[in-house]
C-alpha cells in the first residue's frame, strides 16, 4: 500500500505508529512525504492526516477509513533557549510572543504569567513557522516535538485535563480515495475506543457550535470522563455509559 503524510507532521511518533500498523496487518507499506494536504492523488492508496485539522472539503473529497492513536493528546509550551529570560515565571520574556491556536490555552498561559506576550495563529501556520527556524516562543502538538526541537526549545507539556485539546486532536485519519479496494482491510484494523472518544470529542464541538478545547478518555473501568473548556466555563462530566454524555457536557457548559 502506497501511504502518504504531510511533511509537516512525519515524525519519528507517525513513522513507528506507521510500522506497527504493517506489521500487525501485514501490509506492505511504503511512505511518501508530501507538502500538499488531502484530497489524495490517484498515485496513492492512502493518507495520513491529523482528524482535527482535516477541513469539511478533505473529508468531502475523500473517506476516512481508519483512526490511529499516537498515544499524545496534549500540548507542548515550547521556550526558545535562547530568549528565555532569568528571573521570569517559566523563564518567558514578555517582549517575545508565544503564537498559540486556542484561546482557552492563552487565557491558561497569562494566568500563569501576566506579563507574556500571546498571538493566537493557526495550528498549521505555527508548525511551519517552527519548522522554517522562525526564533519566537509556541504551542504545539505534544506528538511534533522531536529531538531537534528539544535542543533549541525548554519543551514543558501542558496537562490535557487542565489545558485540554482540539476535539479529535492525537488521532491519526487514515483516508483512501472512494474506490479503494484496501477499504475494508483497514476498517478492520479500527479499535473501537479511538473511534468512540474521537465521536465524542468533535460531536460535543458540533453541538457546542463555538471554539472549545476538550479531552475525553476511558479509565480502567470503562467509564467515560469528559474535560470541556470555554473562555468562560470549566466542566466535568463522568458516567459508566455513553447515554446522553454529549447533551450533559453541552448543558453544563451553558448553565456553567
Keep these: 500500500m502506497r501511504l502518504g503524510i504531510h511533511s509537516l507532521f ?45 477541513s469539511p472539503q478533505q473529508k468531502q473529497e475523500s473517506e476516512i477509513v481508519l483512526l490511529l492513536d ?4 496534549s500540548y507542548s509550551l515550547l521556550i526558545h533557549k535562547d530568549l528565555k529570560e532569568v528571573g521570569k515565571r517559566l523563564g518567558l520574556n514578555p517582549d517575545v510572543p508565544i503564537y498559540h491556536p486556542s484561546e482557552f490555552i492563552g487565557n491558561r498561559l497569562y494566568e500563569l504569567n501576566a506579563s507574556i506576550t500571546l498571538r493566537k495563529s493557526q495550528t498549521i501556520k505555527i508548525i ?12 504545539i502538538e505534544s506528538f511534533l516535538v522531536n529531538d531537534k526541537i528539544s535542543e533549541s526549545y525548554e519543551v514543558i507539556n501542558l496537562n490535557e485535563k487542565e489545558f485540554g485539546h482540539a476535539p479529535g ?3 491519526i485519519a487514515v483516508m483512501i480515495n472512494k474506490d479503494s479496494t484496501f477499504r475494508q482491510m483497514l476498517r478492520r484494523l479500527n479499535s473501537k475506543g479511538n473511534i468512540a472518544i474521537s465521536n ?7 453541538m457546542y457550535g463555538q471554539p472549545l478545547n476538550i479531552h475525553c478518555e476511558l479509565d480502567m473501568a470503562g467509564r467515560y470522563k469528559v474535560w470541556a473548556f470555554t473562555e468562560t466555563a470549566q466542566v466535568q462530566v463522568s458516567q459508566s ?10 448543558s453544563k457548559l451553558k448553565n456553567n
Design 128 to 139: 511551519a513557522d517552527l519548522m522554517d527556524g522562525v526564533q519566537s516562543n509556541f504551542v
Design 241 to 250: 455509559t455513553r447515554h446522553l454524555l454529549e447533551d450533559k457536557v453541552i
Design 200 to 206: 465524542i470529542e468533535r460531536k460535543i464541538a458540533k
Design 10 to 54: 512525519f515524525t519519528d511518533v507517525i513513522e513507528a505508529k506507521m510500522r506497527e500498523l504493517a506489521e500487525s496487518s501485514d501490509l506492505a507499506l511504503e511512505f511518501f512525504v508530501r507538502d500538499f494536504d488531502p484530497p489524495l492523488d490517484l498515485s496513492l492508496d492512502a493518507f495520513c492526516f491529523p482528524i482535527h485539522l482535516i
Design 70 to 73: 499516537i498515544g499524545q493528546r
Design 169 to 171: 486532536q492525537g488521532f
